[in-house]
T-cell receptor, first 115, second 114 residues
Framework: SAVISQKPSRDICQRGTSLTIQCQVD?????MFWYRQQPGQSLTLIAT?????????ESGFVIDKFPISRPNLTFSTLTVSNMSPEDSSIYLC????????????FGDGTRLSIL | GNSVTQMEGPVTLSEEAFLTINCTYT??????LFWYVQYPGEGLQLLLK?????DKGSNKGFEATYRKETTSFHLEKGSVQVSDSAVYFC?????????????FGAGTRLAVHP
């Protein structure tokens, strides 16, 4: 399966700042996704990153807060904007090599703390 | 709608004990079912999968059988090790011919003691 690298692995940020998280895959993939995992919770899908077009956001998530880029089939970024302590979470990138009912594979995540 | 329900944790076992983590689902059509594992400080790893009724997924001594009649996909292992301590997530994709979202259960934390 694809190897997924996320950077940074963790960060501590000040309230009101923004952070961009990168997700790099070692092969071309059809689908890329971004999830949030709040402390002690399950995963919630933020959006699907679409290559060459705007991301598709889930209910409760908006582009102004979580802008996403996907310039090609192996790379995507998620920005967490104007951060507050409630944004302290693990953010995970996942990929599906062919979509449909194929499993998604995850990166190691970015552990973000907001002071 | 589509959803996944897992047994609440934490589940605490002694080494070599038998493990069952219950998972039931609600879905339209014929979903694909998955178990993922999250070790401390890491991302999620796919543990096993099943794509149709009566399929048995297995990996690293873990197994789960897709039971359509009971809408269940319980995770089992005959003899757990301390290294199995992690959070386990049951998940489904409600397949309908194209891309569909991966829907997770709440997760079950397993702690195995020597």
């Amino acid at each position: 399966s694809a190897v997924i690298s996320q950077k940074p692995s963790r960060d501590i940020c000040q309230r009101g700042t923004s952070l961009t998280i990168q997700c790099q895959v070692d092969s071309q993939v059809t689908m890329m996704f971004w999830y949030r995992q709040q402390p002690g919770q399950s995963l919630t899908l933020i959006a699907t990153a679409n290559q060459g077009s705007e991301a598709t956001y889930e209910s409760g998530f908006v582009i102004d807060k979580f802008p996403i880029s996907r310039p090609n089939l192996t790379f995507s970024t998620l920005t967490v904007s104007n951060m507050s302590p409630e944004d302290s979470s693990i953010y995970l990138c996942s990929v599906s090599e062919s979509g449909g009912n194929q499993p998604q594979h995850f990166g190691d995540g970015t552990r973000l703390s907001i002071l | 709608g589509n959803s996944v329900t897992q047994m609440e944790g934490p589940v605490t076992l002694s080494e070599e004990a038998f493990l069952t983590i219950n998972c039931t689902y609600t879905a339209t059509g014929y979903p694909s079912l998955f178990w993922y594992v999250q070790y401390p400080g890491e991302g999620l790893q796919l543990l096993l999968k099943a794509t149709k009724a009566d399929d048995k997924g297995s990996n690293k001594g873990f197994e789960a059988t897709y039971r359509k009649e009971t809408t269940s996909f319980h995770l089992e292992k005959g003899s757990v090790q301390v290294s199995d301590s992690a959070v386990y997530f049951c998940a489904l994709i409600p397949f309908s011919g194209g891309y569909n979202k991966l829907i997770f259960g709440a997760g079950t934390r397993l702690a195995v003691h020597p």
